[in-house]
């Protein structure tokens, strides 16, 4: 079993990798939102498949605090990017 849980934080590592590639290259501010937004869910998965292959219960409050954090970071990306889109429909319709 514990094959299979190295596995697959090994395969979540490979993916955050290019989820990071994602952040660092994306052509938009919504795609690198989108990009840290899944980068916090890996972590979360991560911590959650190291704490069942461990049989650490004490991780869980690690995994709740890193997925409130990742859920208000894009919560507050996600209102200023729809601040700047607004005033930018502003400006063409005042022209």
């Given amino acids: 079993m514990t094959h299979v849980l190295n596995l697959i ?10 989820v990071v590639v994602r952040l660092l ?16 869910i890996h972590v979360v998965m991560i911590i959650i498949v190291y704490s069942i292959a461990t049989d650490q219960e004490m991780l869980i409050d690690l995994v709740i605090v890193t997925a409130i954090v990742g859920f208000i970071s894009t919560a507050v990306i996600g209102i200023y990017i729809d601040r700047g889109t607004r005033g930018k429909i502003r400006a063409e319709s005042a022209e």
């Fill in 25 to 40: 290259r994306g052509p938009s501010l919504a795609d690198r939102a989108l990009a840290g937004d899944q980068i916090s």
């Fill in 9 to 18: 934080i090994f395969l979540m590592l490979i993916s955050l990798a290019l």
